[in-house]
Structure formats: structure tokens, C-alpha cells
């Protein structure tokens, strides 16, 4: 059973936070490079959907990151005494466009704060809810879905045999991604996350016994939308993910749409591997 204090971290629920950042025609630069998208940039000019990501990141000093580089626990989100944590899913709301020169400004509330007992042990879900202004516009709604767990949490079904994951379907649309260490290198900058298994190669092998480097679920996830957009032809309205298994530098993936109801059903995999994350795009 848990031993988690959930009385003690629920009092984070409605804690607020606000950061503000200028999207600046050369964070625009750095972003398109990344993504290898090619166009020159000016102030106006409508920025690439998903940069928000990128902006107001938290800036803890060098000296209070932890041993895996992430900032010391507390703060804004609750401090809850489980090592791993992951964005296990979340939604987007497009409502309007950010522009190069605006100011963002990023009002964050802690929704709720849930214990869960599953299969592979102790989960702790934190949702926080963002809203994104740009130049004083609404631009972007969004729920993130945070998960925390241990370590050594077991990977077998109650059988004790693990579970052979079906391979993902391919899709109508589909194309290949090479996660290289310069590509997931380039998107911690981009964020500043110093969280090592996205760029530490002894480190996510030798401390957390990984295969390689886990590709970053926002990195995914701005995937998608950007195939979502280009298969359509503009932004969706609506974008909901959630991540089902970690994707690690080992080999490339894939990004997949195939036509669903009103939208797109999207999701990213091995090239013939399971779904690592799906996704749902509307207009």
C-alpha cells in the first residue's frame, strides 16, 4: 500500500503560478531548426503551434538539481516522494495564434492531486490546468497530466509472465522519425529541462537501467500536432494525448493519422512496435 501522505500533498490543490516569457524571431529560429522546418522568421509573423512548450520554463539553479537533473521537490508542484516522474498525458485547446513578438504569459492552478494502487505500484497523478495569453489573448487552454512513481516497480502481469504488447497499427498517413541524440539534445535546451535520461547516454544505461535515451513525451506530442496540421492543412482546436509505453533512441519511430470521426486518431510507435502514445486531433 501507499505511505504517501495524500492529505498533506492535496493542499497544493489551487496553488497558482505565473510565468511570462517574449517569443522572441530567434527562440522562433531555434524551435523551426529543431523541428527542421525552413522559412525565415519576423516579429507578426504567427509562431509554430506547440512553441509554448518551450516558454517560461522553471529555472532552477544548477546547484539545486538532483542527481537525475531534475529540480529539487516542493515549489509549485507538490513535493511527492516517489523518483520517477513523467507527463503522462494531457489536452490542448488552440483558441487563437501566438505571434513572434508578443508577450506569453502562463497562469498555472493545481487541479487534484490522486493515489492510485495499479500493477506496477504506487502512481501519484497530479493534473495541473494552464492557460496561455498571448499579447493579452487567450491563445491556449491546457491539462497536464503528471504521474510519479518508483523506481523498481514490477513489470509482470499477475500471471508472472510479462505481457507481450500487440504491434501498432500503421497508419493511412505515416512517417518515420530517427531520434537522435541531437534532436532530443536540441528539445532539453529548447525546454531547459536538465532531466539526464533525455541526453545522458552512461547515465540512463548505468543509474536508471534504461536501453538509451527516452525520447521526450512533448517532443511526441509536438509531433503529432504538426502531422495533424500538415495533414489538414491548419491547426486543430482540439489535441487530447495520452503516453502508453516509453520510446528510447534505440531505433526510429514512427508518427501515424488515420481518419476518425470528426478528426484524427494519431499515435507514435517503434517502426513495428506497440503504441508508445496515441492521440486524438479535432477541427
Known sequence: MSTLDLDHLRQWIGCEEVKAELVTAALVDRFKATFDQAGEVKDGDPAPIMIHLCLAPPTAPTASLGPDGHPARGGFLPPVPLPRRMWAGGAFTFHDEIRVGELVTRRSTIRDVSVKEGRTGTLCFVTVDHRIDSAGRLVIEERQDIVYRNVDAPASTAGGTKKTPEPAPHGAHRVQINPSAALLFRYSALTFNGHRIHYDNPYVREEEAYPGLIVHGPLQATGLVQFAERIRGKRPVKFDFRSLSPLFDVAD????????????????????????????ASW
Open 253 to 280: 519511430f514512427t508518427l501515424n493519422a488515420a481518419e476518425g470521426g470528426d478528426g484524427l486518431k494519431l499515435w507514435t510507435a517503434y517502426v513495428d512496435g506497440p503504441v508508445a502514445m496515441e492521440a486524438r
